[in-house]
T-cell receptor
Framework: AQTVTQSQPEMSVQEAETVTLSCTYD???????LFWYKQPPSRQMILVIR????KQQNATENRFSVNFQKAAKSFSLKISDSQLGDTAMYFC????????????WGAGTKLIIKP | EAQVTQNPRYLITVTGKKLTVTCSQN?????MSWYRQDPGLGLRQIYY???????DKGDVPEGYKVSRKEKRNFPLILESPSPNQTSLYFC??????????FGSGTRLTVV
């Protein structure tokens, strides 16, 4: 069974700093998707970034980028030039396509951006 | 606007009183799913649906029912709610592996 582990329950950084959130996963699959979701205090679940396992190039979305290490089963999220609005829970999730498209979630990392 | 509409946002009910949480999406997505979110546990899948009239259990289906009579709607039914079903519930939809779009969540309290 697939599992997702986020080893940092909480992190805090100063505004404008760069922060990296860790995520590791366990699977025997070769093709899958990985996601980072953001959940601000409004509790809305917002897709931040998506990575397809067969793509070696790391995904980027503006200030958000990932370091995808397939062999190590690692999928970290880097937030550059952090802003107060980045304060949120961040969840890493794994999905195996062509089955039930179930998302397997990590427990989350609470990120606090300090002014 | 492409969205998943989930209602109600907050619900307080008593043990044993049947309730339904509605979910509707306007993106013509085939896949829909219900998750519950509990502190320290992340999200866990309750039920999912691959298409109309096709539903199946997720990881924590006990005490819940769903139906998918139309492509856009996927209600979650608690026939006899109990306090251990107090949680934050999310409905989500997806067309492929692009990632799910989530509703705004329903905070359910069962007393």
């Amino acid at each position: 069974a697939q599992t997702v582990t986020q080893s940092q329950p909480e992190m805090s950084v100063q505004e404008a700093e760069t922060v990296t959130l860790s995520c590791t996963y366990d699977t025997s699959e070769n093709n899958y998707y990985l996601f980072w979701y953001k959940q601000p205090p409004s509790r809305q679940m917002i897709l931040v970034i998506r990575q397809e396992a067969y793509k070696q190039q790391n995904a980027t979305e503006n200030r958000f980028s990932v370091n995808f290490q397939k062999a190590a089963k690692s999928f970290s999220l880097k937030i550059s030039d952090s802003q107060l609005g980045d304060t949120a829970m961040y969840f890493c999730a794994f999905m195996k396509p062509w089955s039930n498209y179930q998302l397997i979630w990590g427990a989350g990392t609470k990120l606090i951006i300090k002014p | 606007e492409a969205q998943v509409t989930q209602n109600p946002r907050y619900l307080i009910t008593v043990t044993g009183k049947k309730l339904t949480v509605t979910c509707s999406q306007n993106m013509n997505h085939e896949y829909m799913s219900w998750y519950r979110q509990d502190p320290g546990l992340g999200l866990r899948q309750i039920y999912y649906s691959m298409n109309v009239e096709v539903t199946d259990k997720g990881d924590v289906p006990e005490g819940y029912k769903v139906s998918r009579k139309e492509k856009r709607n996927f209600p979650l039914i608690l026939e006899s709610p109990s306090p251990n079903q107090t949680s934050l519930y999310f409905c989500a939809s997806s067309s492929t592996g692009e990632g799910y779009t989530f509703g705004s969540g329903t905070r359910l309290t069962v007393v």
